[in-house]
């Protein structure tokens, strides 16, 4: 990664982009006319320019390099064939560094992406509430993709009145704060929530906060939890910059005191260092009954209880891989019509009392016969024996890609396809989304096929205002790894 673009003794003037756009710099004014001799402050960017009138739907915002100290409200509005894109110059590292005073970047108006951007809370308090990082508020139709979020009270909140909002490849991280040891961990990476319309919240990395990873909670009269779509997100270690003990969170909460309506919980990737036991994947919430809910394809390792279901009128669950040394399902639905449960694969002793119906512990085939719950689902005894690789090519963005590892027979390195992210010849470099802003793990000339990836420990990155953090290392068991080409 580039550096910020500025340096001791002040900023320095960004040579001059040759992108076709606005452009934004931390040395801009109000007075410029964003272009890349004289680009607008970003406050001025985000307002649509000079009077407001200069920013037209189908435009971009190029952001240049280095820190925007304050907080930020962006009143851009695009067009469904024209919108609006705000988004990071390349090569450069533009940082939204808020105060504390306000959340960092609110987002009003509609059809605008953001793209690339990093955004914090720079204070350093930790034992009191914070303010958000991202706050999706009078919006409709809007875009993240690609954000590095950190450090805010919650990562990205959503306004249940805010439709069509999609949160795709965002990497979050070190949310949340707790007071001391009588209170629990709070703030989340995203908190995500949906009246009308659908949200989606698809290909993220979340990692270490205080609270959840993925919110999906409401509370009584606070919005609607309506046509939700969880995909592809990759889940880990949530709650861990809690006291032990504390947190009382999880990677995924689907559900709360409003019920959930058109669930869908898809392909995502769970994972928990082995000394934690937080609960891990709960859908649903108290005995609240919910709508409809499919959940597919999931990945879910370690935690206490792996996968808890809830009171769900509609719910399928199938193709879900579950892995872990407690229990691995508990089920607390008495009402069993309606439900579906097939195809799903425990690596835990089937001879365990790990399948939980109710307040009753069973094996896998006396919680089979409890539930009348399906005959196809299987189980082994122990871990997996090879590595779990899975590769997502960026949909926005060419020759980026995320590559999650569950490095089972803990190998140094761990060979990777990168096919379908990079083309034969590309420039490419390597980084764990623990250490994203370090040297790159791997990079040079892809000749095509696998490339390999070392599983070196890393260590988690410091939430603003400690002194380390208290995150597990999960190298060189687990690991999330960013591609991009250079």
């Not at 533009?94 to 987002?107: Q, Y």
């Not at 392909?267 to 859908?283: F, G, I, Q």
């Not at 109710?358 to 409890?370: F, K, M, P, R």
């Not at 400690?466 to 060189?476: D, F, I, K, Q």
């Amino acid at each position: 990664m580039a550096a910020l673009g500025c340096q001791s003794g002040g900023p320095a003037g960004p040579p001059p982009g040759t992108r076709v756009g606005y452009y934004a710099a931390p040395g801009g004014t109000d007075a410029g006319d964003g272009s890349t001799s004289r680009p607008w402050d970003l406050a001025t960017a985000l307002a649509g320019g000079n009077g407001g009138v200069q920013v037209q739907p189908g435009d971009t915002i190029w952001v240049r390099g280095g820190a925007y100290p304050g907080t930020f409200r962006s009143t851009l509005t695009g067009t469904s064939a024209a919108p609006i894109v705000v988004r990071r110059y390349p090569g450069e590292r533009p940082i939204l560094a808020g105060d504390g005073s306000s959340n960092t970047l609110k987002i009003d108006g509609a059809w605008t992406y953001f793209w690339g951007l990093e955004v914090q809370v720079s204070t350093s308090d930790r034992t009191t509430p914070r303010m958000d990082a991202v706050y999706v508020r009078y919006t409709a139709n809007v875009k993240l993709i690609n954000l590095v979020v950190h450090d805010g009270g919650t990562g990205i909140y959503t306004e249940p009145g805010a439709p069509g909002v999609e949160i795709y490849g965002c990497i979050v991280y070190n949310n949340g704060w707790q007071a001391g040891a009588g209170d629990r961990g709070h703030g989340h990476a995203i908190y995500v929530k949906n009246d009308a319309g659908t949200k989606l919240v698809r290909e993220n990395v979340l990692f270490n906060q205080y609270g959840f990873g993925v919110h999906e909670y409401s509370d009584l009269g606070s919005g609607g939890l309506n046509n939700i779509r969880v995909e592809g997100n990759v889940s880990f270690d949530n709650g861990s910059l809690a006291l032990p003990g504390t947190s009382g969170a999880g990677n995924m909460q689907i559900g709360g005191e409003e019920p959930v309506n058109n669930s869908t919980v898809r392909s995502n990737m769970t994972y928990y260092a082995p000394t934690m036991s937080e609960l891990n994947v709960r859908l649903g919430y108290d005995t609240v009954r919910s709508g409809s809910l499919a959940a597919s394809g999931n990945y879910i390792v370690g935690g206490n209880p792996a996968l808890t279901v809830k009171d769900w009128t509609s719910a399928v669950v199938s193709g879900d891989t579950l892995v872990g040394v407690d229990e691995v399902v508990l089920l607390t639905d008495s009402i069993l019509a309606g439900k579906a449960w097939s195809g799903n694969y425990y690596y835990r002793d089937p001879l365990a009392a790990a399948w939980r119906y109710l307040t009753t512990a069973y094996t896998l085939s006396g919680w089979q016969g409890a539930t009348g719950f399906s005959g196809t689902d299987g189980a082994a005894a122990g871990m997996p024996l090879v590595a779990r690789v899975a590769v997502q090519p960026n949909v926005y963005e060419v020759g980026r890609g995320t590559v999650i590892v569950y490095n089972w027979t803990v190998q140094p390195s761990v060979p990777v396809d990168l096919s379908g992210v990079l083309r034969a010849g590309d420039h490419y470099e390597v980084r764990s989304v623990q250490a994203l802003f370090g040297a790159p793990v791997a990079s040079g000339t892809y000749g095509g096929g696998s490339i390999g990836i070392p599983m070196t420990p890393i260590t988690p990155p410091t939430p603003v205002g400690l002194a380390s953090s208290p995150a597990p290392v999960t190298g060189p068991a687990f690991d999330v790894f960013i591609v991009t080409q250079v």
